[in-house]
């Protein structure tokens, strides 16, 4: 996103679709049907693909979540990854790894609790927009006392498909306790298992948005997918 300072990116996005764009989720067919000379090249691709439709469909912002690329890759396609997001406004995020975030000039960082502190983080990288991963109230609290810009709250519903470690379903439930906790300090997106059916429920319990990966990553028609979503999700609120 081309804004001026870290608040101006965090006000200026649309918070209700977040796309995590896990090369891990795409199915064969699509990556057998895209560009490439090597499987890697065919599967970022892929993803590039399918980043443009959840753009043009509404998505505001894009992580980038491959647990299985090197850095190199990473750097490579976050680039790649942050000039698509600028051409439509939308904030691009690094999963886990802020010297990648760095290197490639992405908007922001997203990081959980096998990753760097957030604290940490925002001493190491002042600009950057940092969000965190939060399971319960007294968490979440602590997490934005430590300088998180935003935060991903889940497992909502059954997520073990795309997160093997993931916790098990919370409920929506724990949206509304952490929006207690840290009433409307940040943005929270709702993660986890949330789809089409779901996501008016994780708007209606006090998130911005959802956070999703197979809802849009492993759709028939990505576009559409996010168009769905956006809809679900309702009016965007104050934070
Ligand atoms: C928006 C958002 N919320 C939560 C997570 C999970 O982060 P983490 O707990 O570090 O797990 P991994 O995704 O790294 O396996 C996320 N990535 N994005
Ligand atoms: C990356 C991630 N983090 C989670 C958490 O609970 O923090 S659940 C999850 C996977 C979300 O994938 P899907 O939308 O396909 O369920
Ligand atoms: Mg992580």
Same mark, same amino acid.
């Given at each position: 996103?081309?804004?001026?300072?870290?608040?101006?990116?965090?006000?200026?996005?649309?918070?209700?679709?977040?796309?995590?764009?896990?090369?891990?989720?795409?199915?064969?067919?699509?990556?057998?049907?895209?560009?490439?000379?090597?499987?890697?090249?065919?599967?970022?691709?892929?993803?590039?693909?399918?980043?443009?439709?959840?753009?043009?469909?509404?998505?505001?912002?894009?992580?980038?979540?491959?647990?299985?690329?090197?850095?190199?890759?990473?750097?490579?396609?976050?680039?790649?990854?942050?000039?698509?997001?600028?051409?439509?406004?939308?904030?691009?995020?690094?999963?886990?790894?802020?010297?990648?975030? #760095?290197?490639?000039?992405?908007?922001?960082?997203?990081?959980?609790?096998?990753?760097?502190?957030?604290?940490?983080?925002?001493?190491?990288?002042?600009?950057?927009?940092?969000?965190?991963?939060?399971?319960?109230?007294?968490?979440?609290?602590?997490?934005?006392?430590?300088?998180?810009?935003?935060?991903?709250?889940?497992?909502?519903?059954?997520?073990?498909?795309?997160?093997?470690?993931?916790?098990?379903?919370?409920?929506?439930?724990? #949206?509304?306790?952490?929006?207690?906790?840290?009433?409307?300090?940040?943005?929270?997106?709702?993660?986890?298992?949330?789809?089409?059916?779901?996501?008016?429920?994780?708007?209606?319990?006090?998130?911005?948005?959802?956070?999703?990966?197979?809802?849009?990553?492993?759709?028939?028609?990505?576009?559409?997918?996010?168009?769905?979503? #956006?809809?679900?999700?309702?009016?965007?609120?104050?934070?």
């Amino acid at each position: 996103m081309k804004a001026t300072s870290r608040r101006d990116k965090i006000e200026r996005t649309d918070w209700r679709v977040y796309l995590i764009a896990d090369p891990s989720a795409l199915s064969a067919e699509r990556v057998g049907a895209a560009a490439g000379q090597t499987d890697k090249d065919r599967r970022f691709s892929a993803i590039l693909d399918v980043v443009r439709a959840a753009l043009r469909g509404g998505a505001g912002v894009v992580q980038l979540r491959d647990k299985s690329a090197t850095s190199r890759e990473l750097v490579e396609y976050g680039r790649a990854l942050q000039d698509v997001c600028d051409g439509f406004g939308a904030l691009f995020v690094v999963n886990d790894r802020i010297d990648v975030a #760095l290197a490639c000039g992405a908007d922001g960082v997203h990081l959980g609790p096998k990753d760097i502190e957030v604290s940490e983080a925002r001493r190491i990288a002042p600009r950057l927009v940092i969000g965190a991963s939060s399971g319960d109230a007294e968490g979440a609290r602590a997490l934005v006392e430590g300088g998180a810009d935003y935060l991903g709250v889940g497992a909502v519903y059954e997520a073990r498909a795309s997160k093997a470690d993931a916790s098990a379903p919370r409920g929506p439930g724990v #949206l509304a306790e952490v929006r207690g906790a840290i009433g409307e300090s940040v943005p929270m997106v709702g993660i986890g298992g949330v789809n089409v059916q779901n996501a008016a429920q994780v708007a209606a319990h006090g998130a911005s948005g959802v956070a999703v990966i197979r809802e849009i990553v492993a759709a028939d028609e990505p576009e559409l997918a996010a168009r769905g979503l #956006l809809q679900a999700v309702g009016p965007a609120r104050e934070i």
